[in-house]
């Protein structure tokens, strides 16, 4: 099984449907655009928050084991897919790598 890298490539903020639908919220999403986790396998990484690992822990698992070419052909690299988490109101966009490193 490998590690896989996760990076946040790019994060939305939909002002006006916060205004319209959501409770005000508190630390809503601390990640930054660059920041990178580490996946051991099909560990979530510390510091990647739950709903994200949620919408992408089945591409990681696929990615970890050696998988990949999702959707027959949708990325460019076959051992990488593109997800965003599934936060509605400030969703953000992850491109997951598989690597060369073995998992602990």
Request: contains cysteine.
């Given at each position: 099984?490998?590690?896989?890298?996760?990076?946040?490539?790019?994060?939305a903020l939909y002002k006006d449907l916060i205004a319209k639908y959501e409770n005000p919220?508190?630390?809503a999403c601390t990640l930054e655009e660059g920041q990178v986790f580490i996946a051991n396998g099909w560990?979530?990484?510390?510091?990647?928050c739950t709903s994200a690992w949620e919408s992408m822990s089945?591409?990681?698992?696929?990615?970890?084991?050696g998988g990949g070419d999702f959707y027959d052909g949708w990325m460019k690299n076959k051992t990488s897919a593109m997800v965003s988490c599934n936060d509605g109101f400030r969703p953000v966009s992850f491109l997951i790598e598989a690597l060369d490193e073995e998992a602990d």
């Open positions: 099984m490998k590690k896989c890298r996760i990076t946040v490539m790019k994060k919220k508190e630390h560990k979530a990484p510390n510091g990647l089945p591409f990681v698992m696929t990615l970890a084991h």
